[in-house]
């Protein structure tokens, strides 16, 4: 029988948002607990590996071993495959390093458990206990075994699958044209360019697109990601990425040695990441990137907010949802502006015929961006093709 424990903040799910959350928990001065429902944190990996780097310092990370290689920028190609080439600073935040994921969540992991957090693998929680309204701590299962976990503080860090928020009674409903569908193999014996993240877009991958992120040695991450409201079956992620495969014979001729699948959010932020007893961070808060499907780099800045603000509820004896605004406010000042407008993007730029997305890459050919935006993009397109601009009007 497992006893039950007692915490100052329980933070639910070792991903990157949830080790960075409890890290910084502990840095200032909480007793953490942080539970895992795998047996292994980071495996198995169900990622593109693709990180922009700009923001690792700013939350502690130190670059590591984890660190595959290293690329120049990102190769965006239009359907008729005009190239249009971004540097890695101005790229979106999957392009910067290619990565080992699991390598990365260990080594936060790591970094938690220095920082003095407690990790326990194997231990799923199963629903939220609940007091006069507020969250103070989980129903969990170790190794089948039913036991309790009072807390606090708790943390919903369980991804984009997550449950813990919904149990607490905050809303995480997600429409079908705010959800993409992923499915990614690793390939070996490809001809892919190591100096840079391709994306491929249109019609071959509806909604989304297709990724290829090199790892060296004739290895890459080939995936794609659809729009669950433009397919018919989640199967057909495997179909347009097997057909896209088919018409490129520098990867026709690779072979498959690994296949991940899962969901990422497209959606605009969740208009509450906050309860009484509780906070919701990273893809359990929706706070991947729309445009991009990049969700790391964010988890993170918003977890090392959210850590900081358990800790300080803590010391205050206050958590309550009035409080916790600290971190609402916090995360968003920093993330939401961005979320928001790269949200109003997808949902235009997943309307758009091939024919459109050709223009766009075309009138990009041989332009110096200073900044790379929306608004700078289009004033571009507008030069050459100022018909495709119109039904972008709201953003100019
Ligand atoms: C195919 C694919 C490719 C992607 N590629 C990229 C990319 O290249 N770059 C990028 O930046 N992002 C990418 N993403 C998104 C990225 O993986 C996520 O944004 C990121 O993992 C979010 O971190 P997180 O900590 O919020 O959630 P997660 O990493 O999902 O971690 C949540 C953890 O909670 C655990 N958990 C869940 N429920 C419970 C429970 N009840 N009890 C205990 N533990 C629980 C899970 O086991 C998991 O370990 C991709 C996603 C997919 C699906």
Aim: include cysteine; charged fraction near 25%; glycine fraction near 10%.
């Amino acid at each position: 029988m497992t006893a039950d424990l007692t915490t100052d903040v329980l933070v639910v799910g070792a991903g990157p948002a949830g080790s960075m959350t409890a890290k910084w928990a502990a840095k200032h001065g909480a007793k953490v607990l942080m539970i895992e429902k795998r047996q292994e944190i980071g495996s198995p990996v169900r990622c593109g590996e693709g990180m922009s780097k700009a923001w690792l310092s700013d939350v502690g990370i130190t670059p590591g071993r984890w660190i595959n290689l290293e690329v120049e920028g990102a190769r965006i190609y239009s359907p008729s495959e005009k190239v249009f080439e971004i540097n890695e600073k101005h790229a979106g935040n999957e392009v910067g390093y290619v990565v080992e994921r699991d390598e990365f969540d260990k080594q936060l992991a790591i970094d938690a458990a220095n920082a003095g957090v407690d990790v326990v693998l194997k231990t799923a929680a199963t629903s939220v206990l609940k007091e006069n309204g507020r969250v103070v701590g989980v129903k969990a299962k170790r190794f089948g075994e039913p036991f309790e976990i009072r807390a606090t503080v708790t943390i919903a860090a369980d991804g984009f699958e997550s449950q813990v928020g919904r149990w607490a009674g905050i809303s995480t409903n997600i429409a079908m044209r705010d959800m993409d569908t992923c499915l990614q193999y690793r390939m070996t014996n490809v001809d892919c360019d190591v100096r840079y993240c391709d994306f491929f877009l249109g019609k071959v991958a509806p909604g989304g697109y297709v990724w290829v992120f090199p790892k060296g040695e004739g290895l890459a991450n080939v995936g794609i990601g659809v729009q669950v409201s433009q397919v018919k079956a989640m199967a057909d992620a495997r179909n347009y990425l097997d057909r896209w495969i088919e018409h490129h014979p520098g990867y026709a001729k690779g072979k498959k040695i690994d296949m991940v699948g899962g969901g990422v959010s497209i959606s605009a932020p969740l208009k509450q990441t906050v309860g009484d007893g509780i906070m919701l961070v990273g893809d359990a808060a929706r706070m991947i990137d729309p445009l991009t499907g990049g969700g790391i780099a964010n988890g993170c800045i918003a977890g090392k907010i959210c850590g900081e603000v358990a800790a300080e509820a803590v010391h205050a004896g206050t958590p309550t949802k009035e409080f916790f605004q600290k971190y609402e406010v916090g995360w968003r000042a920093v993330l939401e502006e961005k979320l928001y407008r790269n949200w109003l993007a997808k949902e235009k730029l997943v309307q758009l015929s091939d024919e459109t997305f050709d223009k766009v890459i075309d009138a990009l050919q041989g332009v110096r961006l200073e900044k790379l935006s929306v608004h700078n993009i289009l004033k571009a397109v507008n030069e050459k093709y100022p018909e495709v601009t119109k039904e972008f009007e709201a953003f100019l």
